[in-house]
């Protein structure tokens, strides 16, 4: 597999993965309509949940950088660091993102922001002391190819059409069960009384599936900026280098968040990626085995 059909595969299937949640999304509408037997709270419910994801749409790198604690730099303040970034958005064609350092000692980084013109690099001290000049240059390429690649506005969509799903079923389970409106089982025909059962359970697990296409689109995204950074330095070899490095480090980071855990280059849950099936499942990064294998053979 080349560089190339390695990005366009994940492409398709990312785009794959986006396509089905939308129509997922309208089915739990339709459901929850069928149940309330009403129209007007679901469209209340999705109106509500773009209102607040407004929010989170325009301030969603503030809101990240303040939950890792990172700190800006100038070009002074670190000149290895900011030249690296600097020359890879020349290569790249990118405007300079503003680039902050994040006061842990895990060796890690995360890219962050609506768009190129807004957007943010973040390294931790910890990857800065364990990675040399081509290491480094890998990681900073495969963050700069999320945000070349339009990842990070993917992935607030992503957060909102979970949020969407979020709250259709907190209005669902809130008018269900005080009172709100009549459901459809109280028709008294055994048909009626076999979907809405259907439909309970199915708004019951919808989070969770909502969750599981979320990850999915994750681990994605992150074989896509592997292969786009990659192919920005020319050098494979560096960031597998650096992957190996990252996940062989057993440092913990004292902010790690469930919320933001997807938007860092390596899980900063460590020694929690390969316990079980179960927690691979719900895992927002691929194997780093995996990522570092598939690397080496983009080499060859």
Same mark, same amino acid.
């Given at each position: 597999m080349t560089l190339y059909t390695q990005a366009d595969s994940n492409i398709r299937k990312t785009w794959l993965y986006l396509g089905g949640f939308f129509i997922f999304i309208i089915f739990i509408g339709w459901v929850i309509s069928y149940y309330l037997d009403s129209y007007a709270i679901l469209v209340i419910a999705v109106i509500w949940s773009v209102l607040t994801s407004f929010f989170s749409y325009w301030y969603s790198d503030k809101i990240v950088l303040a939950l890792a604690h990172a700190q800006p730099i100038e070009k002074p303040?670190?000149? %290895?660091?900011?030249?690296?970034?600097?020359?890879?958005?020349?290569?790249?064609?990118?405007?300079?993102?503003?680039?902050?350092?994040?006061?842990? #000692?895990?060796? #890690?980084?995360?890219?962050?922001?609506?768009?190129?013109? /807004?957007?943010?690099?973040?390294v931790t001290q910890g990857l800065l002391e364990i990675l040399d000049k081509p290491e480094l240059e890998g990681v900073i390429? /495969?963050?700069?190819? /999320?945000?070349?690649?339009?990842?990070?506005?993917?992935?607030?969509?992503?957060?909102v059409l979970v949020g969407i799903v979020v709250l259709l079923t907190d209005f669902f389970f809130r008018f269900s069960f005080f009172g709100g409106l009549r459901r459809r089982n109280d028709r008294n025909n055994q048909l009626g009384a076999i979907l809405a059962a259907i439909s309970l359970i199915f708004v019951i697990l919808a989070p969770l599936l909502?969750? *599981?296409?979320?990850?999915?689109?994750?681990?994605?995204? %992150?074989?896509?900026?592997?292969?786009?950074?990659?192919?920005?330095?020319?050098?494979? %070899?560096? *960031?597998?280098?650096?992957? %190996?490095?990252i996940s062989q480090d057993p440092t913990p980071m004292r902010y790690a968040n469930n919320s933001t855990a997807h938007l860092y280059i390596s899980s900063p849950f460590k020694g929690k990626e390969s316990q079980s099936w179960l927690v691979k499942l719900f895992s927002t990064h691929p194997p780093v085995e995996e990522r570092i294998r598939i690397l080496r053979e983009m080499s060859i």
């Open positions: 303040d670190n000149l %290895e660091l900011y030249r690296a970034v600097e020359n890879l958005c020349i290569t790249a064609g990118l405007p300079l993102p503003k680039i902050y350092i994040i006061p842990e #000692n895990q060796p #890690n980084a995360f890219a962050a922001g609506r768009d190129p013109q /807004h957007a943010i690099v973040a390429a /495969h963050e700069l190819s /999320h945000i070349g690649n339009k990842d990070t506005l993917l992935q607030t969509m992503i957060v909502a969750q *599981l296409i979320k990850l999915a689109i994750s681990r994605k995204r %992150e074989f896509l900026a592997d292969a786009s950074g990659a192919l920005l330095t020319r050098y494979p %070899e560096g *960031l597998a280098l650096a992957l %190996e490095k």
